[in-house]
């Protein structure tokens, strides 16, 4: 159960949010990416040909940052994003009693190792390690107490050229510390970064912080410039960056990347490059409900320079361009959607994660589903501890051609699945697939697990 479902908090204040927020459920929009629950702090890493995205889980109606999990989306294409659910908690790290913020994770030695900020049990903010050997998690505390703690926060880690290792984080200073081969040590002290102006730009008006640098840093090196991204002038935040000759710098302030907006005055960003493309990841308050404390991870596509530096970025609701296609004639997950409106995720006894939660109208979009020639039939895991409902398969938009609707009977529990089939016609060509999930009563119909068609 992940609490409160974001369509239930809208139907409960709809009468407060004004119409323009109410559509953002129906337009074809595909960021924020996640819809399900409320996220924010996307940390990528790419990883067999497929963008992984650690994030931390905002709760519904929270007035403040006190998360307790962190979650994982996955994608092939950039468009179409599988839900692999909760990777770590906070109740991994058993000294920490809070705050589950901005984590990183990075592969090595043939293991993923996870930093992320909690609150340790002694009131001060500390960075834990986790560590896994899938990329998926689980993920356990590797060493049983912090790695760095000083009361600062959001650490960013990378590895350069020559193997080194450096764990970077916080706010209101800058730190880095050079970590061992082990990834969970490191050797020598944590070493503040002088936040000049040169490096980090000028702030006015906030003698305590006199340049720009406010938290979030992200750091890496590409065509061998160093680039340390971060957010900026609190608050609103707004997304800035420095560029150096070495992992320690010195460094030079470039300015700002995504100027302030999108609801949300914190902001924090992640870049990849994946399938020759660039990805710059960031989160607003653009869902339904969402504000401050009720974030929403995003990501746009964008180019380089030619001399390296880094573009103005705006937030868009379109997000990037998809790439490829979707294949319906392998298994593919419920829970991978471009969009989906009304539904929840959840563990599956099957392994992995179903989509629950499905109320009669909740639907989920498939983006650039290539049927080839044509598809025959469609199959779905399902169960119903209800009496079921239908899945109906349109083409375009929810309202688009019917090429099919498959029956979902009752099986006697949520998680007792049954494989149901039904006939499809007129599905060829590449196609935006839509799951109109239908049934009679207002309670929940059916769980969805996977899905393909013939
Ligand atoms: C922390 O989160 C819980 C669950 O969402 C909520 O009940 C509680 O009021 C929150 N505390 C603060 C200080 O916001
Ligand atoms: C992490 O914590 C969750 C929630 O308490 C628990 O279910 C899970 O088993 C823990 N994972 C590990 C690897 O300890
Ligand atoms: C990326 O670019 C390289 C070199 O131009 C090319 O060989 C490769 O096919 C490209 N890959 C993709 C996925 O476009």
Redesign the pocket.
């Known amino acids: 159960m992940e609490?409160l479902k974001i369509t239930s908090l809208l139907q409960r204040f709809a009468y407060i949010l004004p119409l323009a927020l109410l559509s953002i459920g129906v337009v074809k929009a595909d960021n924020p990416f996640v819809q399900t629950i409320y996220t924010a702090d996307p940390a990528p890493i790419v990883y067999n040909d497929r963008v992984y995205v650690f994030m931390d889980h905002d709760?519904?109606?929270?007035?403040?940052y006190?998360m307790t999990d962190w979650h994982l989306f996955s994608t092939a294409d950039m468009a179409n994003w599988q839900d692999h659910g909760v990777p770590m908690s906070l109740a991994n790290f058993t000294w920490a009693n809070a705050n589950a913020w901005a984590p990183q994770v990075i592969s090595r030695n043939g293991q993923f190792y996870f930093y992320a900020p909690v609150r340790h049990n002694d009131g001060s903010m500390a960075i834990g390690v986790g560590v896994s050997s899938t990329i998926t998690g689980p993920y356990h505390d590797a060493l049983g107490k912090p790695l760095v703690e000083n009361n600062e926060i959001d650490p960013t880690v990378f590895i350069d050229d020559d193997g080194q290792a450096y764990l970077y984080w916080g706010n209101p200073d800058l730190w880095y510390v050079k970590l061992n081969q082990d990834m969970i040590s490191y050797s020598g002290s944590p070493t503040q970064i002088p936040l000049t102006t040169a490096g980090f730009g000028t702030r006015t008006g906030n003698a305590q912080r006199p340049t720009t640098f406010e938290e979030a840093p992200w750091v890496y090196k590409r065509n061998g410039i160093y680039y340390i991204i971060y957010a900026a002038d609190c608050c609103s935040e707004d997304i800035r960056y420095s560029t150096g000759t070495s992992a320690t710098g010195p460094w030079t302030y470039r300015g700002v990347i995504m100027p302030t907006q999108g609801g949300s005055f914190t902001n924090h960003e992640g870049i990849i490059d994946f399938q020759n493309n660039s990805y710059f990841f960031y989160h607003n308050g653009a869902l339904p409900g969402g504000g401050g404390y009720q974030r929403s991870v995003c990501v746009e596509q964008f180019t380089y320079n030619s001399d390296g530096t880094i573009p103005t970025i705006e937030m868009t609701t379109a997000g990037p361009s998809q790439i490829g296609t979707l294949n319906p004639y392998v298994r593919q997950e419920a829970e991978t959607a471009a969009w989906s409106s009304g539904v929840s995720t959840e563990v599956s006894s099957e392994g992995g994660i179903d989509v629950g939660y499905i109320n009669n109208g909740d639907y989920i979009k498939v983006k650039g589903v290539a049927f080839g020639s044509g598809a025959h039939s469609f199959s779905a895991r399902v169960a119903s501890a209800a009496s079921g409902g239908t899945i109906a398969i349109h083409l375009g938009s929810t309202t688009g051609t019917l090429v099919g609707t498959c029956n979902v009977p009752s099986t006697g529990g949520w998680q007792t699945w049954t494989t149901v089939t039904c006939s499809v016609s007129g599905a060829s060509g590449t196609q935006d697939l839509y799951f109109v999930f239908g049934g009679s009563g207002t309670g929940y119909l059916f769980n969805f697990d996977y899905w393909q068609f013939a």
């Open positions: 609490g709760n519904t109606g929270a007035t403040y006190n």
